[in-house]
């Protein structure tokens, strides 16, 4: 089970495309980029925990965790960043 992913693919793959309308306000769309991001991360760290439940090589573990560190971490600085 090869990840060889980043972030900004997970991004590009799985994040809803935003739609742009011509009445649509600035704030409207980054509202609507940064949900997508968010449902991309959290994709991602879903991901990564189904590959942590069937992984059985240690070292692949530990760098499947430290992973969804980062995911998680990285959601809760976008969570912050929203209010």
Do not use: C, S, W
């Not at 935003?18 to 991001?37: K, S």
């Not at 189904?50 to 998680?72: P, V």
């Amino acid at each position: 089970m090869d990840l060889g992913g980043t972030t900004a693919e997970y991004d590009r793959k799985f994040a809803t495309p935003v739609v742009t309308h011509i009445n649509q306000t600035d704030e409207e769309q980054a509202i609507l980029e940064h949900n997508a991001h968010v449902e991309a991360l959290e994709t991602l760290a879903t991901d990564l925990r189904n590959y942590l439940e069937h992984a059985t090589d240690e070292k692949y573990k530990r760098y499947l965790k430290l992973k969804i560190h980062y995911a998680n971490r990285r959601l809760i600085q976008l969570v912050m960043e929203e209010k």
